[in-house]
């Protein structure tokens, strides 16, 4: 597509259920980041991709959280047994290369909403 | 640590011209990116330095000064539609980017 894809961008869910995220970069983009927006806070990174791997997932809050990316392209952020803290909007971004270069910029979907009631 | 501080609001007239500042503490640096973001949108990239000096696109011209961890955004003949948060980021690797929380900025006619 023309850009950076995300679903769903609302999700209302109850405390302990499971939630998965989807994002769908910009065809040709290898790279391709999770980010976690809270109010009145900066971007939370969580996970990057680079194709298929994810060499850093230093990020990710705990191991509820999980995120795979298939065949170079979709990415879906799995949360298990959600809690009211993980409320949120996350962030999907891409790129054309994981290792910026020069003025490499991230193109970002508009988010998925995450309230945990 | 690493820290990005911002200012969390600034307002301004239409027509005028605001600078929002930026200063940083990162392990590394390679490059400092600025963003905007309407509420509820993607944030859309602005601006890159990696140099120091000032950079000029437009309406819009950002500065660094690595020795002292300081960027600023000038917004220029400021209109409506610069009503948005500016995000200022800094690349402290090959790929990691570190965010300040954002400056909201309010237009007022």
């Known amino acids: 597509g023309a850009g950076v894809s995300q679903s769903p961008s609302n999700k209302v869910t109850e405390k302990g259920k499971d939630v998965e995220l989807r994002c769908d970069p910009i065809s040709g983009h290898t790279a391709l980041y999770w980010y976690r927006q809270s109010l009145g806070q900066g971007l939370e990174f969580l996970i990057y991709?680079?194709?298929?791997?994810?060499?850093?997932k230093s990020g990710l809050p705990s191991d509820r959280f999980s995120a795979e990316r298939t065949g170079g392209s979709v990415s879906t952020l799995t949360i298990q047994r959600t809690q009211q803290e993980d409320s949120a909007v996350y962030l999907c971004?891409?790129?054309?290369?994981?290792?910026?270069?020069?003025?490499?910029?991230?193109?970002f979907g508009e988010g998925s909403r995450l309230t945990v009631l | 640590g690493q820290n990005i501080d911002q200012p969390t609001e600034m307002t301004a007239t239409e027509g005028a011209i605001v600078q929002i500042n930026c200063t940083y503490q990162t392990s590394g640096f390679n490059g400092l990116f600025w963003y905007q973001q309407h509420a509820g949108e993607a944030p859309t990239f602005l601006s890159y330095n990696v140099l120091d000096g000032l950079e000029e696109k437009g309406r819009f011209s950002s500065f660094l000064s690595r020795s002292k961890g300081y960027s600023y955004l000038l917004l220029k003949e400021l209109q409506m539609k610069d009503s948005a948060s500016y995000l200022c980021a800094v690349r402290d690797g090959d790929y990691q980017l570190i965010w300040g929380a954002g400056t909201k900025l309010i237009i007022k006619p």
């Open positions: 991709f680079q194709g298929n791997s994810a060499p850093d």
């Open positions: 971004a891409s790129s054309l290369e994981g290792r910026l270069k020069g003025s490499g910029e991230l193109f």
